[in-house]
């Protein structure tokens, strides 16, 4: 039997399930082993594949005959900095992900890939023969004026392209005339930094006075300000004080709707180059903002959740907006949080975090009672705006037609009789949420699905929102024959309604059926900003923190959504998304008025925000999730399966129950449970929660847990994947 080799080894993590780094050697003739951080191409069976270096070893477990050199060192340094390799080092273990999975998720895809970190650009310039021909006069009029052009200095390959000029850069090239070199790409364009910055309220100087007071230390501060308050003028204002010390910024925002409005505020005040992170980039867009960020180029980052990677060298600070926003928490794969790691992001590099919202998680607010979190109040308004007036219609009393109350309808008239603007919200995209059987009571149901279809009357399709299966409408129906009809209101339906009773105000409608392309978004918001569009429809998407200074009333068609969740989080986001809609209303000089529709008026929730405000009712759920222990009072992880057959998952999940039998008494195992959609895509789902009071305790099982889950043998076809701190227990 061979010895297990003696000598340095290379631990390399690929973007792989296996949660092991791999042993290799190190390149062939190197001195020495690769620095943490690199990219090397290793041999992977008979193929070649991109890993990161993470560490070293002066042994390895196997024998030197298993071992295989590494092919290539990609990378002349690092790609990240020590802390921020360290943090995602931590990220993997506390998210219990594989490591190689994680640092390949947090760089663009041309990284993985093996293209340069560095931003190198092509350039052309006139070779020696190419100065001499010059001043002999080429016969060609384009040779000479490609020639002529490249006389005043080098020029990018990419813009002589854009030019026109590709194919004589080949002819002049393979004549000996021109020269190639890469040099630097072009750094992003600086703002215009020409406007100036409104004057400060007393509350918006004293949280810009502390929090630069911070700058250079570690603290997290929550910015809980109502809605309309200037949050974005203080982030501004201490970003300010950042760049004059050198230091760059990361700001995150949830959605990528908001990104092009701040961007361009931003844009508007500061000198330096802004560059955006989200998904809606191209592969090339996203990969030279991470370079100009890499380099130090773009000195203010805005991005959606991935931007928390972005590898800002000299950061000074970080700032979540709208810190409460579920979108924050990536749900497939890397299960991370981006408000999290923004917080052990500022930890570990000494710098302040800034958590904004008018509705703050309660797992902030936790945390300023607990003293990790300093709380800065805005508690008022910026400018003349003052809060909205806010009333509850009983839809016992009021019935609705098309979803629209008569005391809704009557004062929507009201307000654009006055000049102003409405936005109508109603949480459900579609035309109604499904089509009924007049005879037999039939509904159309998903095939793949436990729900049922939405009808999407302008396409005449019935669509499922959870797995994407379409097919015709149908208007009779295929048991009795009887009539079809659709049931309930989304937002298409309102659209419709809204048309016929308003035909003089024009309307726009935001949900991810309406702004599907890029720049949808923006076209849209621009009609609102600039008056044209006199009603604004839509979903959850308007509540992101965009500002509607037009508007002096918001209808919210159907409070009562969320008032009986299965979730424990479901009142929580309900109240954050009616205080974040009624907060678009009033925010310029008139003031705003506010109608909630409900067939509960009297639930404690809707009464505790409508007289008391957010903080009472924040205040209220804190104590009835302690009296459970519920977060934020306790600590939970998810174990998910999913396969075709149900057998399958609860085989499965009753297996891995068996393995936490000896894991101590600080941790508890309930289930398995059937999700709450227990059939999705054709796949049946399950689930086992795990809760414990104590951080380290659940961290400690799972680590033992996971090696045996490893270790157990699956069914063939069925997923399974482990979520910590999570978001939705569906």
Same mark, same amino acid.
């Given at each position: 039997?061979?010895?297990?080799?003696?000598?340095?080894i290379?631990?390399?993590?690929?973007?792989?399930?296996?949660?092991?780094?791999?042993?290799y050697l190190?390149?062939?003739?190197?001195?020495?082993?690769?620095?943490?951080?690199?990219?090397?191409?290793?041999?992977?069976?008979?193929?070649?594949?991109?890993?990161?270096?993470?560490?070293?070893?002066?042994?390895?477990?196997?024998?030197?005959?298993?071992?295989?050199?590494?092919?290539?060192?990609?990378?002349?340094?690092?790609?990240?900095?020590?802390?921020?390799?360290e943090?995602?080092?931590?990220?993997?273990?506390?998210?219990?992900?594989?490591?190689?999975?994680?640092?390949?998720?947090?760089?663009?895809?041309?990284?993985?890939?093996?293209?340069?970190?560095?931003?190198?650009?092509?350039?052309?310039?006139?070779?020696?023969?190419?100065?001499?021909?010059?001043?002999?006069?080429?016969?060609?009029?384009?040779?000479?004026?490609?020639?002529?052009?490249?006389?005043?200095?080098?020029?990018?390959?990419?813009?002589?392209?854009?030019?026109?000029?590709?194919?004589?850069?080949r002819?002049l090239?393979?004549?000996?005339?021109?020269?190639?070199?890469?040099?630097?790409?072009?750094?992003?364009?600086?703002?215009?930094?020409?406007?100036?910055?409104?004057?400060?309220?007393?509350?918006?100087? @004293?949280?810009c006075?502390?929090?630069?007071?911070?700058?250079?230390?570690?603290?997290?501060?929550?910015?809980?300000?109502?809605?309309?308050?200037? @949050?974005t003028?203080?982030?501004?204002?201490?970003i300010?004080?950042?760049?004059?010390?050198?230091?760059?910024?990361?700001?995150?925002?949830?959605?990528?709707?908001?990104t092009?409005?701040?961007?361009? &505020?931003?844009?508007?005040?500061?000198?330096?180059?802004?560059?955006? =992170?989200n998904?809606?980039?191209?592969?090339?867009?996203r990969? %030279?903002?991470?370079?100009?960020?890499?380099?130090?180029?773009?000195?203010?980052?805005?991005?959606?959740?991935?931007?928390?990677?972005?590898?800002?060298?000299?950061l000074?600070?970080?700032?979540?907006?709208?810190e409460?926003?579920?979108?924050y928490?990536?749900?497939?794969?890397?299960?991370?949080?981006?408000?999290?790691?923004?917080?052990a !992001?500022?930890?570990?590099?000494?710098?302040?975090?800034?958590?904004?919202?008018a509705?703050?998680?309660l797992?902030?607010?936790?945390?300023?009672?607990?003293?990790?979190?300093?709380?800065?109040?805005?508690?008022?308004?910026?400018?003349?705006?003052v809060?909205?007036?806010?009333?509850?219609?009983?839809?016992? !009393?009021?019935? %609705?037609r098309?979803?629209?109350?008569?005391?809704?309808?009557?004062?929507?008239?009201?307000h654009?009789? %006055?000049? +102003?603007?409405?936005?109508?919200?109603?949480?459900?995209? +579609?035309?109604?949420?499904?089509?009924?059987?007049?005879?037999?009571?039939?509904?159309a149901?998903?095939?793949?699905?436990?729900? &049922?279809?939405?009808?999407?009357?302008?396409?005449?399709?019935?669509?499922?929102?959870?797995?994407?299966?379409?097919?015709?409408?149908?208007?009779?129906?295929?048991s009795?024959g009887?009539?079809?009809?659709?049931?309930?209101?989304?937002?298409?339906?309102?659209? %419709?309604?809204?048309?016929?009773?308003?035909?003089?105000?024009?309307?726009? &409608?935001?949900?991810?059926?309406?702004?599907?392309?890029?720049?949808?978004?923006?076209?849209?918001?621009? @009609?609102?900003a600039?008056?044209?569009?006199?009603?604004?429809?839509?979903?959850? =998407?308007?509540?992101?923190?965009?500002?509607?200074?037009?508007?002096?009333?918001?209808?919210?068609?159907?409070?009562d959504?969320?008032?009986?969740?299965?979730?424990?989080?479901?009142?929580?986001?309900?109240?954050?998304?009616?205080?974040?809609?009624a907060?678009?209303?009033?925010?310029?000089?008139?003031?705003?008025?506010?109608?909630i529709?409900?067939?509960?008026?009297?639930?404690?929730?809707?009464?505790?925000?409508?007289?008391?405000?957010?903080?009472?009712?924040?205040?209220?759920?804190?104590?009835?999730?302690?009296?459970?222990?519920?977060?934020?009072?306790?600590?939970?992880?998810?174990? !998910?399966?999913?396969?075709?057959?149900?057998?399958?998952?609860?085989?499965?999940?009753?297996?891995?129950?068996?393995?936490?039998?000896?894991l101590?008494?600080?941790?508890?195992?309930?289930?398995p449970?059937?999700?709450?959609?227990?059939?999705?895509?054709g796949?049946?789902?399950?689930?086992?929660?795990?809760?414990?009071?104590?951080?380290?305790?659940?961290?400690?099982?799972?680590?033992?847990?996971?090696?045996?889950?490893?270790?157990?043998?699956?069914?063939?076809?069925? !997923?399974?994947? =482990?979520?910590?701190?999570?978001?939705?227990?569906d």
């Amino acid at each position: 039997m061979e010895q297990p080799y003696e000598g340095w080894i290379v631990k390399v993590a690929l973007p792989a399930r296996f949660r092991l780094a791999l042993d290799y050697l190190p390149p062939e003739g190197m001195l020495g082993v690769p620095q943490p951080g690199l990219r090397v191409r290793v041999p992977v069976g008979r193929t070649r594949a991109i890993g990161f270096v993470v560490g070293s070893a002066e042994r390895s477990t196997l024998p030197a005959s298993a071992l295989k050199h590494i092919t290539e060192i990609i990378d002349p340094e690092p790609l990240w900095d020590p802390v921020s390799f360290e943090l995602l080092c931590w990220a993997a273990g506390y998210y219990h992900h594989p490591l190689g999975q994680v640092l390949s998720a947090t760089v663009p895809t041309g990284i993985r890939d093996g293209q340069a970190a560095t931003a190198e650009v092509l350039n052309w310039q006139l070779s020696t023969a190419g100065i001499e021909a010059l001043a002999a006069g080429p016969r060609g009029k384009k040779q000479r004026a490609l020639l002529e052009l490249l006389r005043s200095g080098p020029m990018e390959a990419d813009q002589l392209s854009a030019e026109g000029h590709a194919a004589t850069l080949r002819s002049l090239n393979q004549k000996g005339w021109l020269e190639s070199f890469l040099a630097p790409a072009t750094p992003p364009p600086a703002g215009a930094g020409n406007a100036l910055p409104p004057p400060l309220n007393s509350a918006q100087q @004293k949280a810009c006075d502390q929090v630069t007071a911070s700058l250079g230390r570690y603290a997290t501060w929550l910015l809980h300000g109502v809605t309309g308050s200037g @949050k974005t003028e203080v982030y501004l204002q201490v970003i300010t004080q950042v760049l004059a010390r050198g230091r760059s910024a990361l700001v995150l925002v949830p959605e990528i709707g908001l990104t092009p409005q701040l961007v361009e &505020r931003f844009r508007a005040r500061l000198t330096v180059p802004v560059v955006t =992170m989200n998904s809606s980039m191209t592969d090339t867009e996203r990969l %030279a903002a991470w370079r100009a960020a890499r380099s130090g180029a773009a000195r203010v980052v805005i991005g959606t959740r991935s931007a928390v990677f972005a590898p800002l060298p000299k950061l000074g600070i970080l700032v979540v907006d709208e810190e409460h926003d579920a979108s924050y928490k990536q749900q497939e794969g890397f299960r991370y949080s981006a408000r999290d790691l923004a917080v052990a !992001r500022a930890g570990r590099t000494g710098v302040p975090v800034v958590l904004g919202s008018a509705t703050p998680s309660l797992e902030s607010l936790a945390n300023v009672a607990a003293g990790r979190y300093q709380r800065l109040l805005l508690p008022e308004r910026a400018g003349k705006a003052v809060r909205p007036a806010i009333a509850v219609v009983d839809l016992r !009393r009021h019935a %609705a037609r098309d979803g629209l109350s008569q005391p809704a309808v009557a004062a929507i008239g009201r307000h654009l009789e %006055a000049g +102003g603007q409405v936005l109508v919200y109603l949480n459900r995209r +579609g035309y109604a949420p499904t089509m009924f059987c007049t005879s037999c009571g039939w509904m159309a149901a998903c095939r793949h699905c436990d729900a &049922r279809m939405t009808v999407h009357l302008k396409d005449a399709m019935l669509s499922c929102h959870h797995c994407g299966a379409n097919e015709p409408m149908a208007f009779a129906c295929g048991s009795c024959g009887g009539e079809l009809r659709p049931v309930g209101q989304g937002t298409e339906r309102v659209e %419709a309604a809204l048309a016929q009773l308003f035909p003089a105000a024009p309307q726009v &409608r935001l949900d991810r059926d309406s702004v599907r392309k890029r720049g949808e978004i923006d076209k849209a918001l621009a @009609k609102v900003a600039s008056g044209e569009a006199r009603i604004l429809l839509g979903t959850q =998407m308007l509540t992101k923190g965009h500002d509607y200074p037009g508007v002096t009333l918001v209808v919210v068609l159907d409070a009562d959504q969320g008032l009986f969740g299965i979730d424990f989080r479901s009142s929580e986001r309900l109240a954050q998304q009616i205080v974040q809609v009624a907060g678009r209303a009033g925010r310029g000089e008139r003031r705003g008025e506010v109608l909630i529709q409900s067939a509960f008026p009297e639930n404690p929730l809707l009464v505790s925000l409508v007289q008391e405000g957010y903080t009472a009712f924040a205040r209220a759920a804190l104590k009835e999730r302690e009296a459970a222990s519920w977060p934020p009072f306790a600590r939970l992880a998810l174990l !998910r399966a999913d396969a075709t057959q149900r057998e399958s998952v609860f085989g499965f999940l009753d297996r891995a129950r068996s393995l936490t039998e000896d894991l101590g008494p600080d941790v508890r195992v309930l289930g398995p449970a059937a999700a709450a959609m227990e059939r999705r895509a054709g796949r049946y789902r399950g689930q086992l929660l795990v809760e414990s009071a104590q951080r380290a305790s659940l961290q400690r099982m799972l680590s033992i847990w996971l090696q045996r889950l490893a270790q157990l043998k699956t069914p063939g076809g069925l !997923r399974w994947s =482990m979520d910590v701190d999570p978001l939705e227990l569906d």
